[in-house]
């Protein structure tokens, strides 16, 4: 084995209830194999390593490293910073006129003297790593960059589950268990619950499924009102689904008439190409993020759709709430850890074989855990709305499926 003398670690991208815990888990591991391999970690993802600004893990942070799993977010910062976009990291200050981002980057991990560079992240993190390593087998930088998948999407090919997934339909599902309460706060009360999801109705659908095993596990009164049809959820719309709106109008009212309020969980991306087209026609300016993608606070889709819904359906209020940044920044519970350790175990294992990839599941493979080679990484993945649990769980609150949606990934 060729052992590393110094390996970095970063986080980038938005968040998941992975990151820390993944830190953690590196840490461990690299402690636990030979403690005097040198880990930092750069502060704020790719800004910190183009600026040359990093945490040095100490003997303390050694020792103490698993405290990381008991907190959400990423203690070590997090950015959205593409290497290759060179406008954006000018408009920044992150490099200057004329340079080349990729080659301050690799300059910079060679004068810290890092020979292993681990980069914590979904689709844009690992494609800007995988730019960043052909760039340093072109240039025979002689580095090794592995990168583990982030995202609370569950969106990456060839990825079966990407680390923090999981956590995230439990929480937004936890989330949701308050807010459905304000259906009794008003007559004919709309609740719209949306949830993360660009291109990928994988979390929408997997946290309905998390919540109605809490219903499951409760308790009903109808007598008095406690009754588990007002809590229910009424309709799962996720982008890669068709929606039929005045079908399912139809349909959600007859629900509102029945039971005094209606309950849909939708994913952010759903809807967002008709959104963009509205705004486009009104000469609107489409707001977007270095990446490219439409910044979705800013075209509002849990709103669209409550507007399309209120009064079709005759509701009398329409509550939207989002539960994406509640779920992102958890803590990663127990299913996730023992997936984040072992991908972080072989991530280390990678790493003293000089071995370059994103550690997952590869779904081409026959869901084997290795490393994945970068240029097949890729985000966009959609959710497969034929698997079972998504028709069982359609089947049971009565709604009809709608057509694939084509994706062109």
């Keep these: 084995m060729n052992k590393p003398k110094k390996v970095a670690i970063l986080t980038a991208g938005g968040l998941a209830p ?11 591991r690299y402690t636990e194999i030979d403690p005097s391999i040198e880990i930092i970690c750069y502060r704020s993802g ?48 992150l490099v200057q006129e004329g340079q080349d981002p990729q080659k301050v980057a690799a300059d910079q991990l060679v004068k810290d003297g890092v020979d292993i560079l681990h980069t914590i992240g979904g689709d844009d ?9 052909a760039f340093l087998a072109r240039n025979n930088y002689g ?44 007559p004919r009360m709309l609740i719209v619950h949306e949830v993360m999801g660009r291109s990928c109705g994988w979390l929408t659908a997997a946290t309905a499924v998390e919540y109605r095993k809490l219903l499951d596990r409760s308790q009903w009164l109808p007598e008095i009102g406690l009754d588990r049809a007002a809590f229910e959820v009424h309709g799962v719309f996720v ?23 209606v309950n849909i969980f939708v994913s952010e991306g759903a809807g967002v190409e008709s959104i963009v087209a509205e705004m486009q026609a009104k000469g609107q300016e489409v707001p977007r993020d270095a990446f ?26 329409t509550l939207i709430q989002k539960s994406g940044y509640f779920a992102r920044a958890a803590a990663a519970n127990v299913e996730d850890i023992r997936l ?5 175990d072989l991530a280390v294992e990678c790493a003293f074989k000089r071995e370059s990839g994103v550690i997952g599941h590869d779904e081409d493979n026959n869901n084997i855990l290795r490393a994945i080679e970068f240029p097949r990484i890729k985000g966009g993945k959609p ?15 009565g709604q009809t499926k709608g057509a694939k949606v084509e994706t062109s990934h």
């Design 292 to 317: 490219g993608h439409v910044k979705l606070d800013a075209v509002n889709p849990g709103k669209w759709f409550g507007e399309q819904f209120a009064q079709m359906i005759g509701a009398e209020k």
């Design 18 to 28: 992975c990151l820390n815990s993944a830190i953690g888990s590196l840490i461990e």
């Design 143 to 186: 580095l090794t960059v592995i990168g583990l998948p982030k995202t609370v999407d569950n969106d990456v090919f060839p990825i079966k589950q990407s680390l923090g997934a999981w956590t995230a339909a439990e929480h937004g599902a936890n989330y949701f268990a308050n807010v459905v309460a304000e259906n009794n706060s008003n």
């Design 340 to 344: 984040i350790k072992s991908c972080a």
């Design 46 to 93: 790719y800004k910190g390593l183009l600026l040359g600004d990093f945490y040095t893990v100490t003997p303390e942070v050694r020792a103490n490293a698993g405290l990381l799993h008991k907190f959400g977010g990423s203690t070590i910062g997090n950015s959205r910073v593409k290497l290759t976009n060179v406008k954006d990291c000018v408009k920044r200050g």
């Design 239 to 261: 982008p890669e689904m068709a929606i039929d709106l005045e079908a399912e109008a139809a349909r959600l009212r007859a629900v509102m008439d029945t039971v005094d309020c």
């Design 125 to 133: 993190t690992n494609t800007a790593a995988a730019d960043l390593a």
């Design 383 to 397: 959710f497969d709305i034929d698997t079972p649990w998504f028709n069982e769980t359609l089947a049971a609150i």
